[in-house]
């Protein structure tokens, strides 16, 4: 059902996208048990949904209490924290905004590299704050949910080895990724006047001409004519020059130096004549007696634009003047950057080379801050961790902080030189117009009166008691339910008018209201069931952060049977080439028995509109070996998985749910498996990897017309809950 349904009136002032036109809202709400989210708490105008006529649904009418997902966790940092963009310069989080480029990295062949990425969304939320050590001093500072790349794959600030908190977390001598050494400390300004003079001293003893010569005239005495020029390939550098020169008023022209050729760029100078301004320019560029940090930062990013490359990630200055050389030297030690001179080639010219790979690479950028973009180029390097990375210190700050996270195009971005996770946006708000990032985890509407509307309809002498659902589109009981106790008052006026109802879930919070579920089933048909999609608990959290753990929704089908109710558990979406293995199937339907199930229903991964990208994002940074496969299987606007491979599936898993004495449900006539409600016309041919049927090659295909509702967030939107019967 679309929120367009819910309006009342007018528009409202102030109040969020799409919210505005709900002058039914009561009121927005912001807890700390639930930092970042904001619930939005509206009076609906109706409870029950229709589904559309044209599906295949076995119900026809669905409840959704809530709207977004307080399941999903939010990682954030510290808005001082350093990002590196794109163009290889630093700037704080605080500063970096959606749509600007940053680097991420992406694997690419056998190596992870360094890639640009675009800031998709950004927000701001208030959490518990937790200082991370590094062994070579790198500082960073984020919240417990929020995770960094290390030797051992993603894992998150905290977390627990046992119990319904274990997940993957950081521990002391764990190494992250990355080059290290970013840091939020300040650096010189580069518009101090010692910042300034230090760049002309290096980019003009560097690269410029100063000349003041004596002539004679044809009939008589002499003159002296002055000149300075300035003649770059980067125009970059050439006008932060001449703004540099303005503001301690020398004026100059530009002018074109060179045209281009097929060897050479073109050059642009810019110059003057005035005595008075080759005066100033040489004062200008004195060796100072006591320089500041400011002048040798200014003197390093001069030196740098003037004669400066950075190729295949090794930084050198070169030149033959030894005092320029020297000076370079100092400046360097001043910012403790590791450096070497390298001896002399034939012709007289020296390079200092900068050590220590990307970490000192970088720090070098961050205090120079050189005007020369391409010369700052980090993209296709490959990820190496040079620098001692090792945890030494993970310590609680003991306040909460405002903090801030993006999500970037690849799924993470570089802070402080280590790779950092980036929150997944699930783009499933946008019907109400909210934004299709953040804002599914961060803002959910809240039906407050949805259980006193539902017994209203229910007492209509046109309802016909048809078969209800919840947790088809949200679910029920996601974390927000424990605040609003909606579902005791919503299953109590289904059992009172006679209706009945399913739950499907992947909360555990259900356990709440077994008793009163298990006294509904006395008077009417009740069904639950327990979405576990994956029995890998790394690939469980890396792919549903901030959800259930497999095991603790496994311990709530137990719960449910003991409570003498029947639990299905829906095995879905079955991830082709990472959870369609014999053995994690077997292993699955061998942990769900355990516990109790009474049967299992499966389906393949379906993909449909936004949340096709959000998935292939989390594919391409996770397991990028497989993007060839799943874009040949799940190809154009195609959501479903072809027939062939379903087809395949249904052989596989069909003989182990019997084996394990799960099986229940209407078989599909093509597959031999769960029908779906929607068929590719054309044949798939081309096998896959390890024999899998995979589509690769075959032409778009005509579907069906079908409708297709969302299980809960997070992988609910991934499977199609229509295929299943």
Request: hydrophobic content about 40%.
């Amino acid at each position: 059902m679309r929120w367009s349904g819910q309006e009342l009136g007018v528009d409202q002032v102030d109040a969020l996208p799409g919210l505005a036109r709900l002058n039914n809202l009561v009121r927005s709400v912001q807890t700390p048990e639930f930092a970042g989210v904001t619930f939005h708490e509206v009076l609906a105008k109706s409870a029950l949904n229709r589904v559309p006529g044209q599906s295949m649904m076995p119900f026809g009418w669905t409840i959704n209490p809530y709207r977004g997902c307080s399941h999903a966790c939010v990682y954030c940092l510290d808005p001082t924290t350093g990002i590196t963009m794109a163009d290889g310069r630093t700037k704080p989080l605080s500063e970096v905004a959606v749509g600007d480029e940053v680097m991420g990295t992406r694997t690419i062949g056998r190596y992870r590299r360094y890639v640009p990425t675009v800031v998709l969304a950004k927000w701001s939320t208030r959490k518990p704050a937790y200082r991370i050590r590094l062994a070579d001093g790198t500082s960073l500072i984020a919240s417990g949910d929020h995770r960094f790349l290390t030797d051992r794959g993603w894992k998150h600030v905290t977390g627990a080895m046992s119990g319904g908190a274990r997940r993957p977390h950081l521990t002391l001598g764990n190494s992250l990724v990355g080059f290290g050494g970013g840091s939020a400390e300040p650096v010189p300004e580069i518009t101090s006047d010692d910042f300034r003079r230090g760049y002309l001293t290096g980019m003009v003893r560097g690269d410029g001409t100063i000349l003041r010569r004596r002539y004679p005239r044809t009939n008589g005495g002499s003159y002296v004519a002055n000149r300075f020029r300035l003649a770059l390939a980067d125009v970059e550098a050439l006008e932060r020059s001449a703004d540099y020169l303005e503001h301690f008023g020398v004026r100059t022209t530009t002018f074109q130096f060179s045209t281009a050729t097929e060897a050479r760029r073109a050059m642009m100078a810019i110059r003057t004549s005035k005595a008075s301004d080759l005066d100033l320019i040489t004062s200008l560029i004195e060796w100072p007696d006591d320089p500041s940090e400011g002048w040798r930062a200014g003197y390093l990013s001069g030196v740098f634009d003037a004669e400066g490359s950075c190729s295949r990630g090794v930084l050198r200055i070169s030149n033959s003047d030894e005092e320029i050389l020297t000076e370079i030297e100092r400046a360097l030690s001043t910012f403790a950057i590791p450096h070497v001179r390298e001896a002399p080639r034939a012709n007289g010219v020296s390079n200092v080379r900068v050590r220590g790979g990307l970490r000192a690479r970088n720090a070098f950028f961050a205090i120079s801050r050189p005007a020369i973009s391409r010369k700052l180029a980090l993209a296709g390097a490959t990820v190496k961790t040079m620098a001692d990375l090792r945890i030494v210190s993970i310590e609680p700050l003991g306040t909460t902080l405002d903090m801030l996270d993006i999500t970037t195009s690849t799924g993470d971005f570089i802070a402080n030189g280590v790779v950092s996770h980036n929150c997944f946006a699930r783009p499933t708000h946008s019907y109400l117009d909210l934004d299709a990032g953040d804002d599914f985890d961060r803002q959910i509407i809240v039906k407050v009166n949805v259980a006193e509307v539902l017994r209203r309809e229910l007492a209509r002498p046109s309802w016909r008691h048809e078969p209800v659902a919840l947790g088809t589109n949200t679910d029920p009981y996601q974390r927000a339910e424990g605040r609003y106790e909606l579902m005791p008052g919503i299953i109590d006026a289904l059992t009172t008018s006679g209706t009945p109802f399913s739950i499907l879930t992947k909360g555990t919070l259900l356990r709440r209201d077994l008793p009163l579920i298990a006294a509904a089933a006395e008077h009417v048909p009740v069904d639950l069931a327990m979405s576990i999609a994956i029995h890998d608990h790394e690939l469980q959290q890396s792919l549903e952060p901030g959800t259930p753990s497999t095991k603790a929704r496994l311990a709530t089908v137990t719960a449910v049977r003991e409570a003498g109710l029947d639990c299905a558990v829906f095995l879905m979406p079955v991830l082709p080439y990472l959870t369609d293995t014999r053995a994690h199937l077997d292993e699955a339907l061998r942990q769900v028995k355990a516990a109790g199930a009474t049967s299992v229903l499966y389906a393949a991964l379906h993909l449909r509109g936004a949340v096709k990208p959000w998935f292939m994002q989390w594919l391409e940074r996770e397991h990028p070996e497989l993007v060839p496969q799943y874009r040949s299987m799940y190809y154009g606007n195609n959501a479903y998985a072809p027939k062939e491979y379903r087809r395949w599936l249904a052989q596989r898993i069909h003989p182990l749910i019997r084996a394990h004495g799960l099986e229940r449900g209407i078989e599909d006539p093509v597959t031999g498996g769960v029908r779906s409600t929607a068929e590719p016309r054309d044949r798939w041919t081309r096998p896959g990897a390890a024999g899998r049927p995979n589509g690769a090659g075959a032409r778009a295909g005509s579907e069906t017309a079908s409708t297709t509702l969302e299980l809960p967030a997070g992988l609910g939107a991934l499977a199609d809950p229509a295929a299943l019967f």
